[in-house]
């Protein structure tokens, strides 16, 4: 035989009723799982586990002791998410454009690529420009379909680069001041390594 409610039970019971519509969120801790995986939440303040599985945001996974928030939604809870108290941030992910070592086979197309090391560039092509800030090797036959300026030293053949040489015009038209000149120009020539 079932017990008859009191009237103070009635009244208590619509209290508490009450009381739950008026608050917007609710925190608990998970001290258990059904079978299905959800939580059973035991809510702050109260002593016994709730029976009742409240859904929950397909970003949380519950698991048990996790502290959680809830959200009054529709006549019931939603778990949020799990909070985390006094528990060490995790480390925040490098921003996803930064690697330390990165492979690609095929195609990529980069619109900017910053380099600080070495970098092994297989059949690359650039259109708007390229700056290099200290040397450069290049392995292979190299083209350039447009104009290349530097402002810095050159040399050509394995030869040590070397600073802007120059040859003074030819005031003169003698045989000897313009074999002068040339072997003149040979000379800087060569110092290029292109003779």
Same mark, same amino acid.
Not at 81 to 89: A, C, L, S, W
Not at 109 to 114: S, V
Not at 149 to 170: A, E, H, M, Q, W
């Given at each position: 035989?079932?017990?008859? $409610?009191?009237?103070?039970?009635? /009244?208590? +019971? ?6 739950? $519509? ?15 995986? #959800?939580?059973? $939440? ?7 586990? +709730? ?24 006549? #019931? ?27 690609? &086979?095929? #195609? ?24 290099? =800030?200290?040397?450069?090797?290049? =392995? @292979?036959?190299?083209?350039?379909? +447009?104009?290349? %300026? &530097?402002?810095? @030293?050159?040399?050509?053949?394995? %030869? #040590?680069?070397?600073?802007? %040489?120059? /040859? %003074? ?16 120009? $040979?000379?800087?020539? @060569? ?5």
């Amino acid at each position: 035989m079932s017990e008859i $409610i009191t009237a103070e039970e009635v /009244v208590e +019971s619509e209290k508490k009723e009450q009381e739950e $519509i008026q608050q917007p969120f609710k925190l608990g801790i998970v001290k258990g799982l059904f079978d299905n995986k #959800t939580a059973k $939440i035991q809510f702050d303040g109260e002593e016994d586990v +709730s029976e009742k599985q409240y859904s929950y945001l397909a970003d949380y996974k519950p698991a048990v002791n996790d502290r959680v928030l809830l959200a009054r939604v529709a006549d #019931t809870y939603i778990v949020i998410n799990k909070i985390n108290y006094k528990v060490e941030p995790p480390e925040p992910p490098k921003p996803s454009n930064t690697f330390d070592l990165l492979y690609v &086979t095929g #195609t990529a197309r980069i619109r900017t690529l910053d380099v600080n090391g070495n970098a092994e560039l297989q059949g690359a092509k650039f259109t708007g420009g390229v700056d290099f =800030h200290n040397g450069v090797d290049f =392995h @292979n036959s190299t083209v350039c379909k +447009s104009s290349f %300026r &530097t402002d810095g @030293n050159l040399g050509f053949f394995n %030869r #040590t680069p070397t600073y802007k %040489r120059s /040859v %003074r015009s030819l005031y003169s038209s003698d045989n000897s001041s313009l074999k002068n000149k040339i072997n003149e120009m $040979i000379n800087v020539l @060569n110092q290029y390594g292109l003779f």
